[in-house]
């Protein structure tokens, strides 16, 4: 493995902007407002219990990016561990970035106790899903229902 794995910082604020557009663009054809992504990965950065992203580098170059935010599980006592807004530098891709980065926070996730470590992927995005199903990840019996903003 040629790259190392850190918490993001708000120094990392621009990169982490950049790659939730492009991931955005690249995974479900959305074109997110620049401005609006930046109060959201400030906020997040500054306030942990918003979710923390955790990033691959190699040196100064950052190729990847997970992010975890925490739901309460009162079923289980505990919490359900959410990936989201995973991106790697296509440059970088199946060399295992992914991979270092999902198992990072699942070493993580069991150190905590959490329930369970989960995500959801747009459902045409099967490239992804077999990155998901190849990490030993299960489809959930659960659907996701939601009202966007009017």
């Known amino acids: 493995m040629n790259f190392a ?3 993001a910082t708000i120094h990392d604020a621009e990169k982490i902007i950049q790659f939730n557009i492009e991931m955005a663009l690249e ?5 997110l407002e620049p401005e609006k992504v930046r109060q959201g990965v400030e906020k997040s950065l500054s306030n942990p219990s918003m979710g923390q992203f955790y990033l691959a580098h190699r040196g100064d170059e950052i190729i990847g990016q997970i992010r975890v935010t925490l739901e ?3 079923w289980n006592n505990g919490d359900y561990w959410w990936i989201q807004n995973v991106y ?5 891709r199946k060399q295992g970035v ?22 959801y992927v747009d459902a045409q995005n099967t490239a992804a ?9 299960e489809q ?8 966007m903003e009017d």
Request: glycine share 2%.
């Open 5 to 7: 794995i850190r918490p």
């Open 98 to 119: 992914y991979r270092a980065l999902h198992h990072y926070v699942k070493n993580l996730a069991e150190q905590a106790g959490a329930c369970s470590l989960q995500l």
């Open 140 to 147: 959930s019996h659960y659907l996701i229902f939601e009202q």
């Open 72 to 74: 309460w599980s009162d």
């Open 27 to 31: 995974s479900e054809n959305l074109r």
């Open 88 to 92: 790697v530098i296509p440059s970088a």
């Open 129 to 137: 899903q077999a990155v998901y199903k190849n990490l030993n990840m």
